[in-house]
């Protein structure tokens, strides 16, 4: 499919841009004092060059108490220079076009972040920090109102094409929206022309601050996704009122902080979400983004051509390749390195407190530090083991100019991640692996399949550099029984080595991979989605019936923790979504519990100093990985150059293998 719509000229009021691809806002941390910082200003160019048509920059505080030193603001004049200073790069080394993001977190600021209670339309406590908000008077809402158009004023003087404000996600202007959030009795709270007021009087006062045309966006939710909260129904009027008030484009997100549905992980659908958008756009007649897992450029230009939207917001993707609208348009796909949702080192380095990397692309967060230019000297670099640590390192030494080899023992490159693909909605994971082999023959790597390297066979190449990246192997266990017929390992199950017998199902270990690993037995047996949208196009089945035959499988599931709790390595913006997945399937789960013995059709367990017997057909160990060193130990002494990345080392995560296959690449 030629993406003719997705690299076509699309206007916001005056402004055109010359694609319909959106980079929307998103937190970095890479500020101390809200000041657009040569680091953040670097992050953003690096994504103009890459050929995005609008950057939405933030989120940008209006005021303190609603923002805080590690936002960027304009709530002062001494913010227009330095981001006056960012946009003459943009406008003066690339065609992109870019707005700040106005914000405002309301009752979901965090008062050790700015020193001062939160605030919002009523007192009601956040279920994200935990905190309780003071109620906003009249008056204060009245200057918070001025505060949205002076950095609006500020932000048109810092030479930005377009702002954006924020009205979503559970942040201030949703929480008077929502009546979860406004209990007010006086003009701010109770109808809904009195809920947005608010916003309209925003809206309102930016056009009198920067002019009647000076473009103006507004990024909403198309569903709370909240148990009596707003829905599409209830956006699609809310966006038909900010559009009468003279709103140029209109953004579509989804859901708050609380809600249950997931919004960014690998459960979700690619363009899950894009209904939300074409909900809206049915009600205005100015552009509409679509947002969420949006990455795939053929299914933009689906979404497009569909008219579900009219232009495509791509966050996390352009993390993850910033040059992906180039690549798109010169029908380099296969390039593409994707965004595999894993939120790793994006969202859950925000919620740690940490700046924001990304797993697939060291890069990010640090484009001035990590310099790519040509190699001095050519060297032949052997490297063994074909995972995400040995294929980034392959990838990286090759682009600057060495001769690389590499040789993996499998039929298959990707090491364990070939294993996690086998997890329900990780399909991107095998993708990425796909990515980064085109990737490498590209940059003139070779590969050696199904073939060990051993020291004999690495010596007879006389390599330069040798670089061991034989990953992990599985942890076995020192349990009476362990060596029954019975028992399997959980890599065994997710290479689909052995055959699953018997109902009852035992898995001992609950980390990620054990966790995943029952998820994906206790889905054996259950309808795909292809037969629920049959029987649910059909009314073949009652709604009630269909949901049990998505969740109800063959085997019943136990998974044995010795913690107190399960997938304790899993990132915060994942785990709460795998735990309730696991429950939807009925996975039953054991922790503080400690494995004594394992028997013929039934395990030995201890929970509280009490012995239990739980019934096991079969048992599957993921008691975690040990590192695969010994051809690291062999050839100590015997070649010059030697390296040793990734879980070779000490087992790890995916992201800090494939950063240190990219810093060595980076250093030979």
Not at 22 to 38: A, E, I, K
Not at 256 to 269: A, G, K, L, R, S
Not at 394 to 414: N, P
Request: charged share 25%.
């Amino acid at each position: 499919m030629k993406l003719k719509m997705l690299f076509s000229q699309v206007n916001i009021g005056k402004l055109t841009l010359k694609n319909r691809i959106v980079m929307p806002s998103m937190g970095t941390l890479y500020t101390s004092d809200s000041t657009m910082t040569p680091r953040m200003s670097e992050f953003y160019l690096t994504r103009a060059k890459g050929g995005a048509g609008l950057i939405i920059v933030g989120p940008v505080g209006v005021d303190k108490v609603g923002g805080g030193p590690l936002l960027l603001g304009l709530d002062e004049d001494r913010f227009i220079e330095p981001m006056k200073d960012f946009m003459n790069k943009i406008h003066g080394e690339t065609d992109a076009k870019a707005a700040p993001q106005l914000f405002h977190a309301g009752r979901y600021a965090f008062s050790i972040m700015t020193g001062e209670q939160p605030v919002a339309p009523s007192a009601i406590p956040s279920k994200l920090t935990h905190e309780m908000p003071r109620e906003l008077s009249v008056a204060e809402v009245k200057e918070i109102v001025n505060k949205y158009k002076e950095a609006a004023m500020r932000a048109r003087e810092a030479d930005f094409d377009a702002v954006e404000i924020l009205a979503c996600t559970g942040y201030l202007i949703t929480e008077f929206l929502s009546l979860l959030t406004n209990k007010r009795e006086d003009e701010y709270g109770g109808s809904w022309e009195n809920r947005i007021r608010f916003p309209l009087e925003i809206i309102k006062s930016i056009k009198q601050g920067v002019g009647e045309d000076f473009p103006l966006i507004v990024r909403v939710a198309g569903n709370d996704f909240m148990k009596g909260g707003l829905n599409n129904m209830h956006a699609g009027r809310f966006c038909r009122d900010i559009e009468e008030a003279g709103v140029h484009a209109i953004n579509v997100t989804g859901g708050w902080h609380e809600t249950n549905v997931p919004q960014i992980t690998y459960d979700v659908p690619d363009g899950g979400f894009a209904y939300l958008a074409k909900g809206i756009k049915e009600g205005v007649n100015i552009p509409v983004f679509a947002s969420n897992l949006l990455g795939d450029p053929q299914r933009a230009e689906s979404i497009l051509r569909q008219d579900m939207a009219d232009m495509i917001c791509m966050g996390r993707p352009l993390l993850a390749d910033p040059e992906l609208p180039i690549k798109a348009q010169n029908n380099r796909l296969a390039e593409i390195t994707p965004c595999i949702s894993c939120n790793q080192a994006c969202f859950d380095n925000i919620f740690m407190g940490h700046p924001v990397c990304c797993m697939v692309n060291p890069r990010v967060g640090l484009e001035m530090e990590y310099n790519e230019e040509p190699a001095k000297n050519q060297k032949n670099i052997l490297i063994a083991g074909g995972g995400p640590a040995g294929l980034k390192a392959a990838i990286t030494a090759a682009k600057r100019g060495h001769k690389v080899k590499v040789y993996e023992t499998g039929q298959e490159l990707g090491g364990q991640v070939r294993l996690g693909a086998k997890k329900l909605g990780k399909n991107n994971f095998k993708r990425l692996i796909n990515v980064y082999a085109e990737q490498a023959k590209q940059s003139g790597v070779k590969f050696i399949l199904n073939l060990k390297a051993d020291v004999d066979t690495i010596l007879q190449e006389s390599p330069d550099t040798v670089i061991i990246a034989t990953g992990g192997k599985p942890a076995p266990i020192n349990v009476k029984g362990s060596d029954l017929p019975h028992v399997v390992s959980a890599w065994d199950i997710l290479q689909d080595k052995v055959i699953i017998k018997g109902r009852n199902v035992v898995v001992i270990g609950g980390s990620a991979t054990g966790c995943e690993t029952a998820e994906l037995i206790a889905s054996y047996g259950t309808i795909t989605p292809d037969v629920t949208d049959f029987l649910m196009h059909y009314k073949a089945e009652t709604p009630e019936a269909i949901r049990e035959f998505m969740f109800k499988g063959t085997k019943k599931v136990t998974i044995i923790e010795m913690l107190d709790k399960i997938a304790i390595n899993v990132g915060k913006t994942s785990r709460w979504a795998l735990i309730r997945n696991l429950r939807s399937y009925g996975v039953k789960q054991l922790t503080n519990t400690r494995l004594t013995e394992i028997r013929k059709d039934e395990i030995v367990v201890m929970k509280n100093e009490k012995e239990l017997i739980l019934p096991a057909d079969t048992v599957v160990i993921a008691a975690g990985v040990l590192p695969v060193n010994d051809l690291y130990e062999q050839l100590k002494g015997k070649i010059d150059q030697l390296h040793i990345i990734g879980d070779a080392i000490q087992p790890r995560r995916m992201v800090e293998a494939i950063r240190e296959g990219y810093e060595l690449g980076l250093k030979i």
